[in-house]
């Protein structure tokens, strides 16, 4: 049978105090078990979870917005550095992934939010979550958003003005994705006469899915990236372009395998990467934005 260590056993392993003990059977991280009301702790268990955390420490979890170019920087960095380090990436939402961030239970984030009182991207809805936190903003690259409609445009669509006024079928975006702010924001513009709004007709958590759901005639319209037209065949609207940024907690940004990755944003790098990547500039990757 495996070992029990009690919580002073425990902390005296970790060299921890017994009040960091209970925090951390409270998080649910360490291995633990309730025997008879009181807290044990498998000794192997908790020997597999100290190896597992310092591997994760060599690895990179990306958590935020969407982005085609962005999984293509993780997954050439995981072929060249496996398995030493990979990169991983869940594409959840640009203000999901700053909440992860926020929360501890990511490396970086993805993020490209517009605040619709400056105009400025990111900063503002940074300030806002990560007040009490140390951060580091990089810029990734811009990338062209617009309205993604079928081919040949037979609605005759122009403007989100006319996907409102017209009723067409269109495919929103998840909430919490940049892409959903940059779309609220843009039927705001249109004023207060647009009550009725949109007529979402579908939620997707990707460019690509509301790309597909135009090509398979289950919407209208919908807004994205231009990529995603490409390949299906689709026309493209521009409306906007927006900056995507990285977001790295400071503590974490001088550290060998964050310091390795942040090298991967080389323009001669991504440039060979966006090569066929129709609406991106890469006019300022790897600059950074902001530091506190």
Known sequence: ???????????????????????????????????????????????????????????????????????????????????????????????????????????????????????????????????????????????????????????????????IERKVRFAGRNIGSGTQVLTEYLVRKEGPDEKAGLKVVSTCDTHMEVALKVFFNEADAGLGIEYVTRHLGLDFIPLKDERLDLVVPKELWSTFYIKHFIEYLNPSIVTKLSRNLPGYDLKETGKTIFSC
């Not at 009040?19 to 268990?45: C, E, M, S």
């Not at 597992?52 to 999984?71: F, H, P, T, Y």
């Open 1 to 163: 049978m495996d070992e029990m260590l009690t919580t002073k056993e425990l902390a005296g392993l970790l060299r921890l105090n017994e009040k960091k003990i209970y925090q951390l059977v409270r998080d649910g991280t360490v291995p633990r078990v309730r025997i008879a009301g009181k807290w044990l702790f498998p000794r192997n268990h908790v020997m597999r979870w100290i190896d597992e955390n310092v591997q994760r420490q060599k690895d990179i979890l990306i958590v935020g917005s969407d982005d085609i170019l962005l999984a293509r920087l993780l997954s050439l960095y995981s072929h060249e550095n496996i398995p030493e380090s990979i990169a991983y990436y869940s594409p959840v939402g640009s203000a999901k992934g700053i909440e992860a961030l926020a929360k501890g239970k990511c490396q970086a984030c993805s993020t490209h939010i517009l605040d619709v009182e400056s105009g400025d991207y990111n900063l503002p809805y940074l300030r806002r979550v990560l007040a009490d936190q140390k951060y580091i903003v990089v810029n990734l690259w811009y990338r062209r958003q617009g309205l993604i409609i079928q081919r040949g445009n037979p609605l005759g669509i122009k403007s989100i003005h006319d996907c």
